[in-house]
């Protein structure tokens, strides 16, 4: 598995330490011109390279005319890995354990950002602020009020931004929307979309510990409040904490369900409700949910999601899917392909389209080929695909905390529940500030 400006941020994001972007580039916009469509070399910096965002820059290195300049990471026993992988292949990069003074590397013109959720919104903010191209992962904030900020801090720079949402570039997920869109299925009214995983396992609880030798923990922390270290809420198993992510709702989630709009072309639901909890290890070490059920209601259809921890075998014999349930048939597709089953006669089924690209090397191709046309237009996954799928999520998560059945104001862009609105906003801490745009 492929795994998974008027300078104008009114309010720039404090630090720790008291410093801020600013301190650290006294020129912002005007010292990054647009890259030119002719420049002979886009100079990249990764932030965060343990895990996807290693997997990013190793799909963004595979375009001509790309090098990478600059590695950043919290951990100095991963960022000495990728800097030995990177030397034997010829590629010399300068270390920094702060992004932000990456972001103040004026070589440097676009950024990948693959540090944990809750740093996303941040990072992108203050690397469009820094006239970076971005490429951030998914999901695109840790709250819908990040989201937010992160629109309107990609429009107010004009800078290109793909999320790391690399179905949208795979050409098998792109032909079964064509097929929804046809209209054959018939009448829809009803999108199944799961995730059964038995390679993520419930975590067992353990106790808190130092952080390991060459690891800020402060930096690590970042806006998030301020806990002792514990292995739990560390490196992969930080999705699993409401500090740091959205469990695999928004992990997985941001993926399945992002198609399940495409297809319906839908966007925000009236209601949303959500029902689970840590049904298969009830003494699991995490906070997010390992068995969930989550029902959007449109105006003539429903959205499911539903996800289980620990088991593989999922609806249609599929660990993860999505499927357009039609009067006349349903097409189920996943990360391998797609197919039609027939409602009895009605229509004739499409037997199995399997995968035949590298989706994550398309997507890094579509960003490296915006970067240097500047038609923002083609990218793939901008910034606002990202933003609206990671709301959609927000919501169920949000539902599933309150434990209510929501209704959404759509013009207002909030809850008709005074609880469920305060969890739109995520609280930040440690000096740090949600970017006002």
């Known amino acids: 598995m492929e795994k998974s400006r008027r300078r104008f941020i009114r309010s720039a994001s404090a630090v720790a330490a008291g410093a801020s ?10 010292a990054f011109p647009n890259l030119s469509p002719a420049a002979d070399v886009i100079r990249v910096g990764a932030i965060g390279v343990n895990g996807m965002g290693w997997s990013d820059l190793t799909a963004i290195l595979k375009n001509p005319g790309v090098e990478c300049v600059a590695l950043c990471d919290v951990d100095k026993n991963v960022l000495d890995k990728r800097v030995k992988e990177l030397d034997a292949k010829g590629m010399k990069v300068k270390t920094y354990s702060d992004y932000r003074q990456l972001l103040a590397d004026k070589s440097i013109d676009a950024v990948i950002i693959g540090a944990p959720d809750h740093w996303h919104c941040l990072m992108m903010v203050e690397a469009c602020q820094a006239g970076k191209d971005v490429y951030v992962e998914k999901p695109i904030g840790n709250s819908i009020a990040e989201c937010r900020s992160m629109v309107a801090a990609q429009k107010q720079s004009g800078r290109v931004v793909q999320v790391g949402q690399w179905q949208r570039s795979q050409k098998h997920f792109r032909d079964a929307i064509a097929f929804v869109h046809s209209g054959k299925l018939g009448k829809m009214r009803l999108v199944k979309v799961w995730s059964y995983f038995a390679w993520v396992n419930p975590i067992v609880k353990l106790p808190d ?14 806006p998030a409040q301020k806990r002792p270290f514990n292995p739990n809420r560390f490196h992969f198993n930080f999705r699993w904490f409401w500090d740091y992510a959205g469990g695999l709702m928004t992990d997985w989630g941001v993926h399945l369900l992002d198609y399940a709009l495409l297809g319906m072309k839908a966007d925000t639901p009236k209601s949303v409700m959500a029902a689970g909890g840590k049904f298969a290890s009830p003494d699991s070490g995490a906070e997010t949910p390992d068995t969930l059920t989550t029902v959007y209601e449109f105006e003539d259809f429903n959205i499911q999601w539903e996800h289980a921890m620990g088991i593989d075998d999922g609806p249609y014999g599929r660990q993860h899917g999505i499927a357009f349930i039609g009067t006349n048939g349903t097409l189920v597709v996943d990360r391998d392909g797609w197919e039609v089953i027939p409602e009895g006669k009605r229509m004739e089924a499409v037997a199995l389209q399997t995968k035949q ?9 579509n960003f490296i080929e915006v970067v240097r046309s500047r038609k923002l237009e083609d990218l793939n996954a901008p910034v606002k695909v990202g933003a609206d799928i990671a709301i959609f999520a927000q919501m169920g998560n949000i539902a599933y905390r309150t434990g209510k059945k929501l209704n959404w104001d759509k013009e207002k862009g909030k809850f008709d529940d005074s609880e469920a609105n305060k969890l739109i906003t995520k609280e930040y801490f440690n000096g740090y500030k949600l970017p006002v745009v």
């Open 21 to 30: 972007l600013s301190s650290l580039i006294p020129s912002v916009v005007s």
């Open 209 to 222: 510990a130092n952080p390991p030798a060459g690891v800020d923990y402060d930096m690590w922390l970042g």
């Open 357 to 365: 690209d590298n989706g994550l090397d398309l997507h890094a191709k």
